[in-house]
């Protein structure tokens, strides 16, 4: 039996042009990694390239990867479209500091597919896309603070960063101002009688921001008629009601989760699969409310009468390019099609393992997503008679995994061959095949023994 010690150890063994590369990174990068997610143990992984569903390391691992770019690739790494499009603008140049025609059509792409979307301003990030949308928003409504979910997830920006992670009345991040946390208002969700009190004892809110997935794209699953209660409490109250479509925009159907869901917000932030897996991101809505970029004069550009918006890269050529092919590939639904299939396939087969080892948890997502919930409570699980017994929506539970548990998962599925995005979940690729399906499933079957031999999961109750 292979302990812990030596699985992080024979992982290590294995990669030692990854040990250099961290080695090096610890030097020159502050934090020794790019993004907080990327940081691991015994090192981050070092990628050096990637195709389709697969990913190779610096020391030459393959990877079956459910990272996909942090959600950004549906169609899955390199696509050849997109790749051809990004080669075609390189020529052209790579940076113009000024608009351009397919800037214009990569608008247009977006609008033919999202209806909500009358007009459309480009941003770089997620974050940035949620940054101006609470800027839109109390400019519209003359408004100050927003309604948010515990556990939903907006990006690292000072106005968000609080909130998505037990304990969630804790401070998101040192280096803060206090009194930004009076800016917005946080509740649990699923509650539509919690957000009527809450909309008709503060006048002050301009609106709700939500991830349409649930918080943290669908591991804290939401149900949809929670989304249509909002509609009709915000349209009654006259407050905005914006999605944060950065992970589900063009991933739960061509038109995002408003589509599939039949909920029509104000104002939805994009990312990810929006630029193609370029840098780059959106904020589109209602005319009449994004209106408020309007220019009247050059005496009133970044002034008061306005919302005031800069960004050198916004709408990069390069970008603009991968966008627009990806966009115009997922037009058909085909993408999004194969892709919930693949991931409906791997939920299924990786339920099975769970059980046929009678490890306590459950497998669960939608569209092309996937999350693992593994159950350690003591108390929960003398009370559990079935597997169904330890299905929740608590988001201190399903956020709350022990970060043993968690960082000794991630590191067993990278030693037998795959990646995930975050936590134990992950998502799938128009690129996903049957044989990625029969793969990962053995790989997380291995996963799932070497946690129990670990001692890090729980039995279900005899």
């Known amino acids: 039996m292979q302990t812990e010690l030596d699985l992080k150890q024979a992982y290590a063994a294995a990669r030692p042009a990854s040990q250099a590369a961290f080695q090096r990174a610890q030097r020159v990068l502050a934090g020794g990694a790019g993004h907080d997610l990327r940081f691991a143990r015994p090192m981050p992984l070092y990628i050096a390239r990637a195709k389709g569903s697969r990913k190779w390391d610096l020391d030459g691992h393959e990877y079956i990867d459910f990272l996909m770019g942090n959600g950004a690739l549906l169609l899955g790494h390199a696509a050849p479209e997109v790749v051809a499009a990004i080669q075609e603008a390189l020529a052209h140049g790579t940076h113009f500091g000024n608009d351009h025609l397919p800037q214009i059509e990569w608008a247009e792409q977006i609008r033919r597919l999202m209806p909500s979307a009358e007009r459309i301003r480009f941003v770089n990030s997620g974050t940035e ?26 990006g690292w920006h000072d106005g968000v960063v609080h909130g998505f992670q037990p304990p969630f009345e804790a401070d998101g991040s040192t280096g803060v101002p206090a009194g930004v946390r009076t800016e917005s208002i946080l509740i649990a969700d699923g509650d539509l009688n919690r957000v009527e009190h809450a909309l008709a004892t503060d006048d002050d809110i301009a609106g709700i921001l939500i991830e349409p997935s649930g918080g943290s794209w669908g591991r804290q699953p939401l149900d949809p008629q929670f989304l249509h209660g909002l509609r009709e409490i915000t349209a009654r109250r006259n407050r905005l009601l914006i999605f944060d479509e950065v992970i589900t925009g063009f991933r739960y159907s061509p038109g995002g989760a408003q589509e599939l869901y039949g909920v029509r917000p104000d104002l939805t932030c994009l990312a990810k699969i929006v630029a193609g897996g370029m840098p780059g991101g959106a904020l589109a809505g209602r005319a009449d409310l994004m209106a408020a970029f309007e220019l009247t004069g050059v005496t009133h550009h970044d002034r008061f009468e306005r919302v005031a918006h800069q960004g050198t890269f916004n709408a990069a050529p390069l970008s603009v390019a991968a966008g627009l092919a990806t966009l115009r590939r997922i037009a058909s639904g085909e993408p999004t099609r194969q892709a919930d299939s693949a991931a409906a396939h791997l939920r299924e087969r990786w339920e099975e393992v769970l059980e046929r080892h009678g490890v306590a948890g459950y497998v669960y997502g939608v569209s092309s997503t996937f999350h693992v919930y593994f159950e350690t409570d003591p108390r929960r699980l003398d009370a559990a008679s079935t597997r169904s017994d330890l299905y929740t929506v608590d988001p201190a539970r399903l956020k709350g995994m022990p970060g043993e548990l968690v960082a000794t998962y991630q590191r067993a599925l990278r030693s037998f061959g795959a990646d995930n995005m975050s936590c134990t979940g992950g998502v799938l690729s128009a690129a996903h095949t049957a044989e990625d399906i029969d793969r990962s499933t053995e790989i997380f079957e291995a996963t799932v023994l070497h946690l129990r031999d670990a001692g890090v999961v729980k039995p279900m109750p005899d």
């Open 129 to 154: 896309a949620t940054h101006l949308a609470l800027r839109v928003a109390r400019a519209c409504t003359g408004r100050t603070r927003i309604l948010r979910f515990a556990g939903h997830f907006h």
